[in-house]
C-alpha cells in the first residue's frame, strides 16, 4: 500500500494553484484531504505525478451566509458542515447527510469540495447539492465560470471540470420546506447502498414544489426531476408517492456489487425514497 | 507477632489471585502506544523485502523478467522459485502434511500467490520494484466451487501430486482431492436414521471468513554471519514450533536459531502457520548478511493469509416423534485452497469438527470429511476457536434449529431435552471424546431465565400478529445456542504438530526478595497472560501477582512449548504454571520446616506463608522462605528457588456455555439490529472475570461480525472480492452490540486449578447465536435454512423469497 513515487506543490493562492496546474499539465492532480485520492494512490489504481496541495489556500475555507444565499469554500471539510449553526439552520438537510458519511476521522480531513469534485457516485455531496440545484464554481487559466451540479457529472470519475480547473466553492439558495436525507450502508465509513436527497415545499397541506436526488445507485448522483413533479402539487397520498418513486426508478441504474444485486438496490432505493419523501413532508 | 498477621481475606487480597478482577498489566503499554510490535523492530542496515503476487487464480508461469526491478536505485535481489530451489526452499511443508510453495514454481494457484521476493533499502523502493518485474503469465480454467472440483473432467490444479493416489490422511480419490475424514459408526447412523420417526435434512454452510488480526503477519530475519545465529523476530503464535520447523527445513542447528515473538496484535489463527515472507526474509537475510524485514499490508493479509473456515456441511438428525434426538449424520465438503495450509494437530486434517454432536446425548452418529483443492488462497486455521469447532458448533446449532422446526417444537425444549445429563459426566461422544465435566441444564435454566425466554416469545408472537396485520415491518428473532468446546490440545498421546507433542511449559525462578518470574512456552496476542498467569501463581505460591514478570515469546530464554492457539494456554501451560508454582511450594515447605525448626510434615501452608500445625503464630512467610533459600545453607536442600513443569494434559478441557440473541430485522432493507445479547460461559475456574468479559466481548464481536456481514468472498474467475476492509467487514463501535455476560462454574476434574479456557468461547457461541436469530425471524414463514453471512441483501433475498415484499 505505498503509492508510486510523486512531486508534491504547496501553493498559497488559488491563481498560484491554477497556474502550477496549466504548467505541470495532465500528471498534475489536486489534492484536498486526500481520503478518496490518496487510497487509490496506494493502490497503484491511478498514476499522478504531481500533486497540487490546497491545504494552504485560506481562500478556499469557510461558510458564508448572505440572506438566502449559501456560500462553501471547497476546502471546507465535513466536520466544519457539521459544526456550523447557521448551515444547519439554512440548510440542515447538509448537516444530516455529513453526519453519515464515513466517520469523525474521515470527516475531519475530507473536504466538500473534494467529495463533490471527486466524480465517485458512492459520494454522498454530489446527489445531494443536485438536490439543493447548487452551483459549482470553478477557476481555471481562462478565468472562473459557474456550473450547475445537476449539469456537472457524466459518469463515474467524470465530470464537467477541466483537468486544469480548480473548484473554489459551492453556492445554492436556502430551500424552503423540509428536508431529509436517508441512507443505507452496511456499516460506519461505508458507501451508500443506497441513499435519498428530498426537500419537500408545502403550502396549504399540499406539496408546492419538491427536488429528489438519489445517490450510488448509477455511475452518477441522479437528479429524478420527474420524480419531484410527481409530488409536486399533490397532497403527498400513498398514490403521489409510488408515483415520484415509479419515476425515480425509471431513471437509477444501480449494479451488482458486493452491497448486494440490482434487484435488492432498486427495492432499497425504493423503500429510502419513501422513507424519506415521508421524513422531508413532516418537516416541512 | 500475630496480632500483626492481617486476616486471611485481606493477605488473600493482596495476592490478586485466582479470582481478582485484576487490571491488566499489559494494558499500560498498548493504551499509551508503547507496545513493541515487529513492524517497530529497526535493525542497523535492515532491508525491506515485498512480494510480487499473482493477479490471477490459476495460470502457468510462462517467464518472469526481473531485470528492469533490479536495475532500480536501491533494489538489492529480486527472490524466485528457480533462486531457491538450489537450496530445496522453493516449496516448504505445511502443518497439514502437504507442501506448498514458497514461490510460484511453474505455476500458481490463488490470487495472490506469492511469485517473487523483492529485496530493497527502503519498503517504498522495494513497492516501486515490485511494479517492474514483469510476469508473463498463461491464464488456466479457473477451480472456485468445491462441488466442481472433483469433477472427473476439472482442471489437475496440484500437478506436482500427480500420480499420488496416497496423501498424508490417507487414499486419494481425484486430482483435486486432499483426504477423506472418518469417524463414527456409519452402518449403525444409517440403520438408524433409515427407521427412525423423523429425519431432518439440510446443507449448512459456514462461509470463507478471515481471522484478519489488527497487526498483519510480518517477521524480521537477522543471520549474523560472525556468531552464525539466526535470529527472527516474527508474529508467530507457537515460537518453539517455529524454531524446529526453521531448523528441520534450513539445516541451521537449532541452538543456533532463535525465534522470538515481540508484541502480537492479535493473531486468531492467523499467525499460527509458516508463511513464505518468513522463509523469504530469512533467505534473503542469509544471502545478504544483514536483517531483512517483510510486513504484508492489510490486502495481501486478506487475500494471502490463512483463511478460516468455508466447510459445506450436509447434516441428517433423527428423532422421535417426542423430540428426542437418536441419531446424527454428518457429510463435509471442505475447501482448503491451493494447499492444504490447515493448522490442526498432525492426527486430525479436520481438526476436532467430530465435536459437533455437540451438548447433546446422541447415542449414534457418522462423520466424513472431505477435503479438496480449489484455485483459493490456502489456510483453514481455526479462527479464534479450537480446531475446526465453530464450524461445528454452527453446525449442531442449526441442525437442532432445523430439527425443531421438523418436529413443531420449541428449540428450547428440545436442546433441554437432549441434553447431556450432569450425571453422565464423564461422558463418551458417538465420535470419540470424552467429555470431562458439565451442567448444561443449570446454565440453560438460567439463561433462559436471565432473558425471560418465556417473555419474549410472548413479544414475538404479538409482533408477528401486528406484522401480518401491516402495522409493522420489522420481525424479532429469537436465537438460542447452548455449544460445547473442546479446547487445550492436548494429551500427546493423540495431538501432535508435525511429531511435536502439544504439552506446555512454565519455568519459574523466585528471587531472594521474593518476586519472581515466570516464563511460558505460549505466546499472549492479546489474551493478558502477563496479568492471568501471574495470578494463577500467586495463589499458588503466596507472592502478589504484582510482584511476578510472565516473559514469553523468546525460543532463547523460555521452555519449549508449542504456543497459544486453540484456547490450550490456560488449559495446558495454565496448568504447568499451577505445577511448577506447586513445585516452588513443595521446596518452600522444606525450607520453612527447617528454619521454624519443625519436621516437613508439622507446617502447613496458609495463602502466602507456613504455618506450624496447631501454632499458626510461628510461621515463614514466602518472602522469608525466599531470602532463605539464596542466603543460607540448608542441609540436603540445594540453595536457590527455582522450578519448571511440562505439563502433558490427561484430556481436554470442555469449556459450555448459553447464548442468546434478540434481533429485530427490517424485511424491506434486510437491515438488523441487535436488541440483547447473553452470554453465559461456564470456564471452570474463573481466574480474572474482568479479563474473560473482555474475551467475551471481543469474541461475541467477531462472532457478530461473521454471521452479519464479514466474508471473504471469490468471484468465477478466481478474484478475491472482498480484499479491503471496505468490503470485509469489521464492526466499529457503532455496529458493536452490547453484551450481557453471566456465568456459571464447573470445574475442571483433571485441571490442577480447574480452569477450561475462555478466549474463543464467545466466537464459538455467538455464531450460532446471530445465525440462529435470523433464521427465527422467518420461522413463521417457512424458512428453515439459509446461509451467512446474513447482510444486508442476503436478508433481504431470504423475506423476498418468503414472499415477504407483497
Ligand atoms: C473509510 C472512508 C469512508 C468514506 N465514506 C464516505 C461516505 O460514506 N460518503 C462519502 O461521500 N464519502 C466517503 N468517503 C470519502 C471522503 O468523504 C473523502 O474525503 C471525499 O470523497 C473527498 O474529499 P477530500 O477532501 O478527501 O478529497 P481528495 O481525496 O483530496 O480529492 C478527491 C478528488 O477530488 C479532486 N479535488 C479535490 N478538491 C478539489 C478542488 N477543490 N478542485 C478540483 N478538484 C478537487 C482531487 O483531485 C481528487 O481527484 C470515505 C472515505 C474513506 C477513507
Excluded at chain 1, 184 to 196: M, S, V
Excluded at chain 2, 6 to 23: I, N, V
Excluded at chain 2, 166 to 178: L, M, S, T, V, Y
Excluded at chain 2, 227 to 252: C, D, E, M, Y
Amino acid at each position: 500500500m505505498i503509492p508510486a513515487p510523486f512531486d508534491y506543490h504547496r501553493p498559497d493562492t488559488v491563481e498560484a494553484a491554477v497556474k502550477l496546474m496549466a504548467d505541470l499539465g495532465d500528471s498534475a492532480r489536486v489534492i484536498a484531504g486526500g481520503h478518496s485520492l490518496i487510497p487509490l494512490m496506494k493502490m497503484r489504481m491511478t498514476d499522478i505525478a504531481h500533486l497540487v496541495d490546497l491545504q494552504k489556500i485560506g481562500a478556499l475555507k469557510g461558510i458564508a451566509i448572505d440572506g438566502d444565499t449559501v456560500t462553501i469554500g471547497a476546502m471546507t471539510t465535513q466536520q466544519e458542515l457539521i459544526g456550523n449553526a447557521a448551515l444547519a439552520g439554512a440548510a440542515p438537510i447538509i448537516r444530516e447527510a455529513a453526519l453519515q458519511i464515513a466517520d469523525p476521522q474521515v470527516r475531519y480531513v475530507g473536504t466538500i469540495g473534494g467529495n463533490v469534485a471527486n466524480g465517485d457516485p458512492g459520494n454522498d455531496m454530489p446527489g445531494l447539492m443536485q438536490c439543493l440545484d447548487a452551483t459549482y464554481h470553478l477557476q481555471g487559466p481562462d478565468g472562473a465560470r459557474e456550473i450547475k451540479a445537476r449539469d456537472f457529472y457524466e459518469a463515474a470519475y467524470f465530470t464537467a471540470r477541466a483537468d486544469d480547473e480548480i473548484l473554489t466553492a459551492i453556492s445554492f439558495q436556502a430551500p424552503a420546506g423540509g428536508q431529509a436525507y436517508v441512507k443505507q450502508k452496511r456499516k460506519t465509513g461505508d458507501y451508500a447502498t443506497a441513499a435519498a436527497s428530498v426537500i419537500i415545499a408545502k403550502s396549504d397541506g399540499n406539496c408546492s414544489a419538491a427536488s429528489i436526488a438519489m445517490t450510488n445507485l448509477s455511475d452518477t448522483p441522479v437528479w429524478c426531476e420527474a420524480a419531484g413533479q410527481a409530488l409536486a402539487g399533490s397532497p403527498l397520498g400513498e398514490a403521489d408517492v409510488e408515483n415520484a418513486v415509479r419515476a425515480m426508478l425509471a431513471v437509477i441504474n444501480p449494479q451488482d456489487d458486493n452491497k448486494g444485486p440490482a434487484e435488492f438496490k432498486r427495492h432499497t432505493a425504493a423503500v429510502i425514497l419513501r422513507r424519506a419523501i415521508e421524513r422531508a413532508a413532516s418537516r416541512a | 507477632m500475630n496480632e500483626m498477621t492481617p486476616p486471611k481475606t485481606e493477605r488473600t487480597a493482596a495476592l490478586k489471585g485466582l479470582g481478582s478482577a485484576r487490571k491488566r498489566v499489559e494494558d499500560a503499554r498498548f493504551t499509551q502506544g508503547k507496545g513493541n510490535y515487529v513492524d517497530d523492530i529497526k535493525l542497523p542496515g535492515m532491508l525491506f523485502g515485498d512480494f510480487v503476487r499473482s493477479p490471477y487464480a490459476h495460470a502457468r508461469i510462462k517467464s518472469i523478467d526481473a531485470e528492469k526491478a533490479k536495475a532500480l536505485p536501491g533494489v538489492i535481489a529480486v527472490l524466485t522459485a528457480a533462486d531457491l530451489a538450489p537450496l530445496k526452499l522453493h516449496w516448504m511443508p505445511t502443518l497439514a502434511g502437504d507442501v506448498q510453495m514458497v514461490l510460484a514454481d511453474g505455476k500458481v494457484l490463488f490470487q495472490g500467490q506469492e511469485v517473487a521476493f523483492v529485496v530493497a533499502e527502503n519498503r517504498y523502493i522495494a513497492a516501486d520494484a515490485v511494479e517492474l518485474v514483469e510476469v508473463d503469465y498463461e491464464e488456466l480454467p479457473v477451480v472456485v466451487d468445491p462441488f466442481k472440483a472433483e469433477a472427473p473432467d476439472a482442471p489437475v490444479l496440484r500437478e506436482d501430486l500427480a500420480g499420488k493416489s496416497e496423501g498424508a490422511h490417507g487414499p486419494r480419490r481425484h486430482h483435486n482431492h486432499i483426504f477423506t475424514w472418518e469417524q463414527g459408526d456409519r452402518d449403525a447412523t444409517e440403520k438408524v436414521l433409515a427407521s427412525a420417526d423423523v429425519v431432518a435434512e439440510e446443507m449448512v454452510y459456514y462461509h470463507r471468513t478471515h481471522p484478519c488480526p489488527l497487526e498483519t503477519c510480518g517477521c524480521v530475519a537477522s543471520m549474523d554471519k560472525v556468531n552464525g545465529k539466526l535470529t527472527v523476530w516474527g508474529t508467530f503464535q507457537a515460537p518453539h514450533a517455529v524454531r524446529t520447523v526453521a531448523s528441520l527445513i534450513s539445516g541451521i542447528a537449532e541452538h543456533n536459531i532463535r525465534i522470538i515473538s515481540p508484541d502480537i496484535g492479535g493473531g486468531f489463527g492467523n499467525k499460527v502457520g509458516v508463511y513464505p515472507g518468513y522463509i523469504c526474509s530469512i533467505v534473503a537475510s542469509i544471502v545478504t548478511g544483514v536483517p531483512v524485514k517483510w510486513v504484508e499490508d492489510r490486502m495481501e493479509n486478506l487475500m494471502a493469509t490463512a483463511f478460516a473456515r468455508d466447510y459445506w456441511m450436509k447434516g441428517k438428525i433423527s428423532a422421535t416423534k417426542d423430540g428426542r434426538i437418536t441419531g446424527l449424520w454428518c457429510h463435509v465438503t471442505a475447501d482448503h485452497g491451493a494447499f492444504d495450509a490447515c493448522a490442526d494437530p498432525t492426527k486430525f486434517p479436520a481438526g476436532f469438527f467430530n465435536i459437533c454432536t455437540g451438548s447433546y446425548d446422541i447415542p449414534v452418529a457418522y462423520l466424513a470429511v472431505d477435503g479438496v483443492y480449489t484455485n483459493k488462497a490456502p489456510g483453514g486455521v481455526a479462527y479464534r476457536c479450537s480446531f475446526r469447532v465453530t464450524e461445528a458448533a454452527y453446525f449442531i446449532e442449526r441442525m437442532i434449529e432445523v430439527l425443531a422446526i421438523r418436529l413443531g417444537m420449541d428449540s428450547a425444549e428440545l436442546r433441554a431435552k437432549n441434553f447431556i445429563r450432569k450425571d453422565q459426566f464423564p461422558y463418551h461422544s458417538a465420535l470419540g471424546w470424552e467429555y470431562d465435566s458439565g451442567d448444561y441444564h443449570t446454565a440453560w435454566d438460567k439463561a433462559l431465565k436471565a432473558v425471560d425466554y418465556e417473555g419474549l416469545r410472548r413479544e414475538q408472537a404479538q409482533r408477528l400478529e401486528d406484522f401480518k396485520a401491516g402495522k409493522t415491518r420489522k420481525l424479532i428473532g429469537i436465537g438460542l445456542t447452548h455449544f460445547t468446546e473442546i479446547v487445550g490440545a492436548g494429551p500427546v498421546k493423540n495431538c501432535d504438530i508435525l511429531g511435536l507433542g502439544m504439552f506446555d511449559s512454565c519455568e519459574i525462578r523466585i528471587h531472594p526478595t521474593g518476586s519472581a518470574i515466570a516464563r511460558l512456552g505460549t505466546i499472549s496476542q492479546g489474551q493478558g497472560h502477563a496479568t492471568t498467569f501471574a495470578q494463577i501463581l500467586a495463589s499458588e505460591i503466596g507472592i502478589p501477582a504484582d510482584d511476578i514478570t510472565v516473559e514469553e515469546g523468546d525460543t532463547d530464554t523460555a521452555p519449549y512449548g508449542l504456543g497459544t492457539y486453540g484456547s490450550r494456554s490456560t488449559p495446558v501451560a495454565g496448568a504447568a504454571t499451577a505445577m511448577a508454582g506447586r513445585k516452588i511450594r513443595a521446596k518452600a515447605q522444606m525450607i520453612a520446616a527447617y528454619l521454624l525448626e519443625v519436621h516437613d510434615d508439622d507446617v502447613e501452608w496458609d495463602i502466602d506463608r507456613f504455618a506450624v500445625k496447631g501454632a499458626p503464630e510461628r510461621f515463614k512467610t514466602m518472602k522469608e522462605i525466599a531470602f532463605a533459600a539464596y542466603n543460607q545453607a540448608i542441609p540436603g536442600i540445594e540453595p536457590g528457588l527455582e522450578a519448571v513443569s511440562y505439563y502433558d494434559p490427561p484430556n481436554m478441557t470442555y469449556p459450555f456455555g448459553a447464548y442468546i440473541c434478540v434481533m429485530e430485522i427490517d424485511v424491506d432493507t434486510g437491515e438488523h439490529e441487535i436488541r440483547q445479547f447473553y452470554a453465559l460461559d461456564d470456564c471452570g475456574t474463573r481466574i480474572n472475570p474482568m479479563i474473560i468479559e473482555g474475551q467475551v466481548h471481543g469474541g461475541a464481536t467477531e462472532g457478530y461480525a461473521i454471521a452479519m456481514g464479514q466474508e471473504i468472498a471469490y468471484d468465477e474467475m478466481g478474484n478475491v472480492k472482498t480484499a479491503t476492509l471496505m468490503d470485509f467487514f469489521l464492526p466499529t463501535a457503532w455496529e458493536t452490540p452490547h453484551y450481557t455476560t453471566d456465568f456459571t462454574v464447573t470445574p475442571s476434574p483433571h485441571h490442577p486449578i480447574g480452569a477450561k479456557g475462555v478466549g474463543e468461547s464467545p466466537n464459538v457461541g455467538s455464531v450460532p447465536a446471530f445465525s440462529n436469530a435470523v433464521h427465527d425471524a422467518f420461522r413463521a414463514f417457512g424458512l428453515t435454512q439459509t446461509h451467512m453471512p446474513h447482510d444486508h441483501w442476503r436478508i433481504w433475498r431470504t423475506a423476498h423469497e418468503l414472499g415477504l415484499h407483497g
